[in-house]
C-alpha cells in the first residue's frame, strides 16, 4: 500500500511514522509513506498558499491553485481524500474498503480550510468525528493507522484486528493482563478457567454489555446472531 500526505506542516507527520509498529511495517515494504509539503507549491517569493476569503469573514483559505498543483504530481491514486469535519464519518467499514486500495492521498488542510473548488479535484471527504481540529494531520494519520493495520503483516497477529471494536458491528470486549487482583479488583474468574469456549462466550456478552451502555445506537444496527439476541434481553433485564 502507498500513502502520500499533502501537508503544510510535514513536521507534525514525519515523528509518527518513525516509531512503533508503522516504522517496521514501511521497513518490511509493506506499506510507503510519502510527505509533501503544501507550501513547496506556494506562489511568489514567499511561497503563498493562502489569502482572505471572498465575501469576508475571519481566517484564511488555501487556494486552490496551489492545492491542486501539490495534487497532480503525485496522481495517479486510487483514491484522492480530503480530510474535513464537513465529511462523511470515517468508520471501520470505510478503513476496510480502504485498505483494498493500492494508493491513497490524504489531502490535509489548515485555517479555514481549502478553498471549495478543491473538492472537484477528490474523490472523497472524510470526517474522523463531530469536532473541529486546528488542522487535518491527525485525521490523515487516523486514516493511515486504520487501514495500515488491516494490510496483511502489519500487525503480528491477525485475530487481534478480527476481534476489534466496530469490525462485528460492536464495542471490543474488556481486556485483562497480570495480576490477577489488583487493589481489590479482580480479573473474572472465567478467564483464568482457560476453559477456551467459556473465555470466548464471556468475551462476546461483555462486548454486547458495553456497546449497550456505551453505544447503544450501534446495538440496533449490529450484526447479532440468536444467542446474542437471548442475551440483549437478559442484559436488558439485569438493567
Known sequence: MRYTILTLFPGLIRPWLSESLLKKA?????????????????????RTVDDTPYGGGAGMVIR????????ETVLPADEVIL?????????????EELARRDHLVLLS????????????????????????LMGGEVAALAVLEATA???????????????DSFVRGLLDHPHYT???????????????????PEVDRWRR???LRKTLAVRPELVREARLGPLEVAWLAEIDREG
Not at 480530510?83 to 478503513?95: K, M, N, W, Y
Not at 497480570?178 to 477456551?196: A, I, K, W
Open 26 to 46: 514501511q521497513e518490511r515494504g509493506l506499506i510507503q509513506v510519502e510527505v509533501v509539503d503544501l507550501r513547496a507549491y506556494g506562489l511568489g517569493r514567499h
Open 178 to 196: 497480570r495480576p490477577p487482583e489488583f487493589r481489590g479488583l479482580r480479573v473474572p474468574e472465567v478467564l483464568l478457567s482457560g476453559n477456551h
Open 64 to 71: 486552490p491553485d496551489v492545492a491542486v498543483a501539490a495534487l
Open 149 to 163: 493495520r488491516l494490510i496483511p503483516g502489519v500487525i503480528g497477529d491477525p485475530e487481534s484486528h478480527r476481534r
Open 109 to 132: 488542510g489548515r485555517y479555514e480550510g481549502f478553498d471549495a473548488r478543491v473538492e472537484a479535484f477528490v474523490t472523497r471527504s472524510l470526517s474522523i468525528g463531530d469536532y473541529v
Open 205 to 207: 456478552r461483555e462486548a
Open 83 to 95: 480530510l474535513s469535519p464537513a465529511g462523511e464519518p470515517f468508520t471501520q467499514r470505510v478503513a
